[in-house]
DNA sequence: CCCGACACCTGCCGGC
DNA sequence: TGCCGGCAGGTGTCGG
C-alpha cells in the first residue's frame, strides 16, 4: 500500500495535530517486523515534538528520542481523538493528550521502533543506506546519473532498491518508467544522460501528482481520517496488463522482475 | 561491492 | 460451496 505519497499523504494528516502531545499510554498488539526497543512505560509522558519522513520511514521525535515507524505492504494509520476498541489487525497505540494514533497492519510487515537519536546503530541500519529524497531541492540530477551509471541491474529494480533515490515503490516505478519511455528491463548503466533527466523529471512528476491526488489506494490506502486516496484512477500501466495503452493504444504488458511485477508498453518503452 | 533469491504474514481472488 | 495456488503497495539478510 505505502509507496512515499502514501506516507506523506499520513504525514501530513496527523503532524500537526500531534505536535506538543504529551504520550498518555503505549499499546502493543502482535509482534512486528522489529521489536520496539524500549519498555513502553519509558515512553510515558514525554512530549511529541514533530513526525518528518525520510523515504517511506516515519520519524516522530520526542522531546527525548524518537520513534522510527514503517508501513510495510499493508499498514495505516489513523489519528483521531477517540478511536473504537482495537481491532485484529491493530499493532500499536500510541495514546496522547491530542488524540491516539494507530497503526493496522494485517501482513505485519510494518514496525514501530525506538531510538535514543539517529545516530544510533539501529537508526543507521534502518535509515543509513537511503538515497536521496525525490521531492524537495535535494534530489540532484547529476548524482542521480551517477548512481544509475554505476548499476547492472535494470532500471526498474534500481529504483526499487531504494540506495539511488528512495520513495519510488512497485507501482510508482511502473509509472515513473513509462512517462520517461524507458524500458524497465533496460540495465541502469546504459541510460543515457538525456533520457536519465526525463526519468528524474518523471519520478519527481508522479511523485509530487500523487501526493496532490491523495495517495493510491488500488487496494486498501487510506489516510489518517480513514478516507482513500484516488490515484489509481489515472494509473498508467500499473495493473493494466492486456488493456490498451493510454497513448498508443498497445496492450500493455506485465513481466516479473525480482518477484514483483513490472507493467509497460513494449511501444512507448522501446528501451 | 553488486546482485538476485528469500524471508516475514495475512487476505483476497480466480479456477477447479 | 470449498479448497488451493498465486498474488499483493517493502526491505533486511544471506549466499554467490
Known amino acids: 500500500m505505502p509507496e512515499l505519497p502514501e506516507v506523506e499523504v499520513t504525514r501530513r494528516g496527523f503532524a500537526d495535530r500531534i505536535a506538543g502531545a504529551r504520550i498518555e499510554a503505549i499499546r502493543v498488539g502482535k509482534p512486528l517486523r522489529w521489536a520496539l526497543s524500549v519498555d513502553p512505560g519509558l515512553l510515558v509522558g514525554r512530549t511529541v515534538r514533530g513526525v518528518r519522513r525520510r523515504g517511506k520511514y516515519l520519524l516522530v521525535d520526542l522531546d527525548l528520542g524518537l520513534l522510527l515507524l514503517h508501513l510495510g505492504m499493508s499498514g495505516s494509520l489513523r489519528f483521531d481523538a477517540s478511536l473504537p476498541a482495537a481491532g485484529a489487525h491493530d499493532h500499536f497505540d500510541l495514546v496522547t493528550s491530542q488524540g491516539t494514533l494507530r497503526l493496522n497492519d494485517p501482513r505485519r510487515f510494518g514496525a514501530v521502533v525506538y531510538v535514543e537519536d539517529e545516530a544510533s546503530p539501529l537508526a543507521g541500519k534502518l535509515l543509513g543506506g537511503l538515497g536521496m529524497e525525490p521531492l524537495g531541492d535535494s534530489f540532484d540530477f547529476e548524482a542521480f546519473h551517477a548512481g544509475l551509471r554505476r548499476r547492472r541491474a535494470p532500471v526498474k529494480q534500481v529504483l526499487l532498491a531504494g540506495d539511488v533515490v528512495v520513495g519510488v515503490g512497485n507501482i510508482y516505478a511502473s509509472e515513473a518508467l513509462f512517462l520517461a519511455g524507458i524500458r524497465p528491463t533496460l540495465a541502469a548503466s546504459r541510460i543515457s544522460r538525456p ?15 500523487a501526493v496532490d491526488r491523495g495517495g493510491s489506494t488500488l487496494r486498501d490506502f487510506s ?15 500499473y495493473g493494466r496488463a492486456g488493456e490498451p495503452c493510454r497513448i498508443c493504444a498497445t496492450p500493455i504488458r506485465q513481466l516479473r522482475q525480482g518477484q514483483r511485477s513490472t507493467y509497460f508498453c513494449p511501444m512507448c518503452q522501446k528501451s
Open 195 to 209: 533520457r536519465a533527466l526525463r526519468l528524474h523529471g518523471a519520478i519527481r512528476e508522479i511523485l509530487a501528482r
Open 223 to 237: 489516510n489518517v481520517d480513514g478516507q482513500s486516496g484516488y490515484f489509481q484512477l489515472e494509473a498508467t500501466v
